[in-house]
Nanobody, 129 residues
Framework: QVQLVESGGGLVQSGGSLRLSCVAN????????IAWFRQAPDKEREGISC????????HYADSVKGRFTISRDNAKNTVYLQMEGLRSEDTAVYYC??????????????????????WGQGTQVTVSS
């Protein structure tokens, strides 16, 4: 059973930073890629970043490229999303999601990529302008 728990969301001013954490149960990071998705009210769900369990490659949506950084600490079973230069349009609920080892690219290019079946409960990020 894959379990994912996000934390680190909150209220931040425009231009500020936050770091989200996603803690997985044991061995998940060895077998699953981990993606971050976000869902804002009245907007389509968006995959914004992914780190592959296959080769450690990282992938980003254009909307966050250059501002967000995904990383992982296998010893802590944790994936991080460092968010810099936050904007009001980054306001959303952020979810970490486990998916297939070799399909990270799909997570940031498709709204509903196949195989991304295990979701955390989400953490709210609110950016005030």
């Amino acid at each position: 059973q894959v379990q994912l728990v996000e934390s680190g969301g909150g209220l931040v001013q425009s231009g500020g930073s936050l770091r989200l954490s996603c803690v997985a149960n044991s061995n998940v990071l060895e077998h699953y890629s981990i993606a971050w998705f976000r869902q804002a009210p009245d907007k389509e769900r968006e995959g914004i970043s992914c780190i592959s369990s296959h080769d450690g490659s990282t992938h980003y949506a254009d909307s966050v490229k250059g501002r967000f950084t995904i990383s992982r600490d296998n010893a802590k079973n944790t994936v991080y999303l460092q968010m810099e230069g936050l904007r009001s349009e980054d306001t959303a609920v952020y979810y970490c999601v486990a998916g297939p080892p070799r399909r990270c690219h799909f997570a940031v290019t498709m709204p509903g990529p196949p195989g991304y079946d295990y979701w955390g409960q989400g953490t709210q990020v609110t950016v005030s302008s």
